[in-house]
């Protein structure tokens, strides 16, 4: 019993020992200052930010944001970065910033590159041989063509293919308003040795007109296999007939027939050739000596060409012949001013 009584009052002096350590803990609370009491925060009026689009049936509105160029604005929006400069003309900027306001267009504003104050021409350039050294009239050395090439680089021009002109002159499509296309005829061993690596660095399509009796492969000239090579890295490559005959001209003991069959003969088998060779189904041609006529005309149509080229020097609006395009044949004593001359790409014209 005695051990009962004495655990019952160690029990009791522990529960009282917790009550007076619970008081005093109530107490020191109490002393000290009393808890703030949380103030409901006041409201503060929401600001609508601006989106960063909006989106309309030809065109989007968008905020450019840190890292954007033009190039990725036209891959995330028109799905081809190489149309950056279809955002940049359209808005009238060179370079973008953070936070700029600007309108991606959906299609085409400004077919045929026509303005109020006149008309977009596209120079066709031509170019016949390169050398290391070596300066003629169809020569041009290496230095002298990268030397053009990087001029056009420096001031903004671009380089187009021959499908884009030409879907140009047909009113399909817009091109940059700086454009020009690179040509180069009949298919000598140095269009691969030295123009060809040149057109790579600066990442140039250009077209490759062959007359196939030329490709035998010999020391001064290209391979089909060459041909192929460039033709898998974006060299166009088009006709320049078979033998490079003039067109337009009836040898002397030849009859009409005998000439119409043997201007047939030109267009056919190089345009079969270039098929056979290469799988590609050729649809341009440029003349030799730039020379043609209503009838040479008439049969490149019959035998599925779409436009051929002359070497009249100039550019080409959109309402340009599609089969007498002008060209400029760029010599091997051309100084950089000369050349300047020839990549002329707007004519000014009143249309008011």
């Given amino acids: 019993m005695s051990r009962i ?9 522990i529960g009282c020992l917790i009550l007076i350590l619970l008081f005093m803990g109530g107490c020191a609370t109490f002393r000290g200052k009393p808890p703030e009491v949380e103030k409901p925060k006041p409201e503060v009026s929401k600001v609508e930010t601006p989106p960063l689009q909006q989106v309309f049936p030809n065109f989007i509105a968008v905020v450019s944001q840190e890292g ?3 190039s990725s604005l036209a891959s995330k929006y028109l799905k081809d970065p190489s149309m950056d400069w279809f955002i940049a003309e359209f808005n009238e900027m060179e370079t973008l910033t953070p936070g700029q306001p600007l309108i991606i267009p959906l299609k085409p504003y400004q077919r045929g590159g026509l303005t109020s104050k006149g008309y977009q021409t596209v120079p066709v350039l031509s170019y016949h041989h390169f050398s290391v050294d070596r300066t003629e009239r169809l020569t041009v050395t290496k230095s002298t063509f990268e030397e053009q090439m990087k001029f056009l680089k420096d001031r903004g021009y671009r380089v187009i293919t021959l499908g884009q002109f030409f879907d140009f002159l047909e009113f399909k499509g817009q091109i940059p308003k700086k454009s020009v296309v690179i040509t180069i005829d009949d298919g000598w061993r140095s269009t691969y040795d030295i123009a060809y690596p040149i057109l790579k660095k600066y990442g140039y399509p250009a077209t490759l007109f062959v007359y196939t009796d030329l490709i035998v492969g010999s020391e001064k000239t290209l391979t089909w296999d060459l041909i192929q090579d460039m033709a898998n890295n974006g060299m166009g490559i088009q006709c320049h007939t078979k033998t490079h005959r003039n067109l337009t001209k009836m040898d002397q003991k030849e009859s009409f027939k005998e000439y119409f069959e043997a201007i047939e003969k030109e267009l056919s088998v190089c345009k079969t050739m270039v098929k056979k060779k290469l799988n590609i189904d050729a649809k ?10 209503p009838l040479v005309n008439e049969l490149l149509k019959k035998q599925g060409y779409q436009g051929a080229f002359t070497i009249k020097r100039g550019g080409n609006p959109f309402f340009i012949h599609n089969y007498r395009v002008n060209r400029s044949m760029i010599y091997g004593d051309f100084d950089l ?3 300047e001359r020839n990549i002329t790409v707007f004519t000014e014209e009143s249309l008011k």
């Fill in 284 to 293: 341009y041609l440029a003349y030799p000596y730039g020379d043609t006529n």
């Fill in 5 to 13: 009584c004495l655990n019952l009052r160690c029990l009791l002096s």
């Fill in 68 to 70: 954007d160029t033009f």
């Fill in 337 to 339: 001013t000369q050349f």
